[in-house]
């Protein structure tokens, strides 16, 4: 990770997160929950595999489709979550494809679920396979994207660099003021000295396949909050680490490139903004209310989902209907 020249936060992102040698998902990731660096929602309940097994019940049943992707699949325990709860008539007919990049976490689903899915490494070959015609979702995939890190100089906004010198030790700087990517972030009154960040990557990312995607509904759950609220006491941005369940900031972030998580909250406002082309009926709620409206909480562990104050508002749930092309 040593570089004599300073080289974006985002590029020291990607190489941290996705380097196919060296990248903490490419390589060095073994699992998530609670033997791994962080947990998600799926590997403690499986209620939101029965909330997203009945929305994409209806998803497909008003799209006459058959077809399910999930993108960033994990380790394959919400797919096997989402399956075992679609009613056996639907099951039998339906296609399931998972869109996986990190060979750890595909060997994991394979394990798990053997025949039943189709893999592929990029959402467009999937939607090909599909003609187009599918109803997709992802858990925490966004986040998983490298940002661009801007800081609010008297210049400026100013894109955040970073080096290492000799001793491995890193140095923060920040660059010329340049032109900037298209974010609502930019557009808040940000006071000096805010930090905030932008998940461009995800949005070029999504220019690659939407114009492939022809019909269907797309499921988008991740922590996060729209422009007007995501910087709310955060003067530093959102960019945070973790390495065996333990959060890392500040410098910390640095310490260990390619052998622990790194991620920035989502700006649903630029997701909804960037996707404008392909999509509309745009919903966006709370996870708990999504939850909610789509299983009943039987557990503890799933009351503490759909609890305000914790997963149930700090994430977000955005459900995007394709926009009809011939």
Partial sequence: MMSETPISFEEFMRRALHDPARGYYARRITGVGLHGDFTTAPVLSEMPGKAIANWALRAMTKCGCRNLIEIGPGEGKLAAAVMKHLPWHTKWRTRLHLVETSAPLADLQKKLLGKSAVWHDCPAAALDACRGKAVIFSNELVDAFPVKRFCKSPEGWRELAVTFNSAGNPLESLLSPAPLPDSSGFSDNHPPGQWIEVHDSYRLWLEAWQPHWKSGRMLTIDYGSTADTLYHRRPRGTVRGYLMQQRMEGM??????????????????????????????????????????????????????TNPEGAGKAFLVLDQKATYRL
């Avoid at 700006?267 to 409206?293: G, H, K, Y």
């Fill in 252 to 305: 910390k972030i640095y310490q260990n490139p390619g052998r622990q998580d790194l991620t920035a909250d989502v700006n649903f406002t630029d997701i909804i903004r960037w996707s404008a082309p392909w999509t509309d009926e745009v919903t966006l709620c709370d996870f708990a209310t999504f939850l909610q409206n789509h299983a009943n909480p039987s557990s503890s562990i799933d009351h503490d989902l």
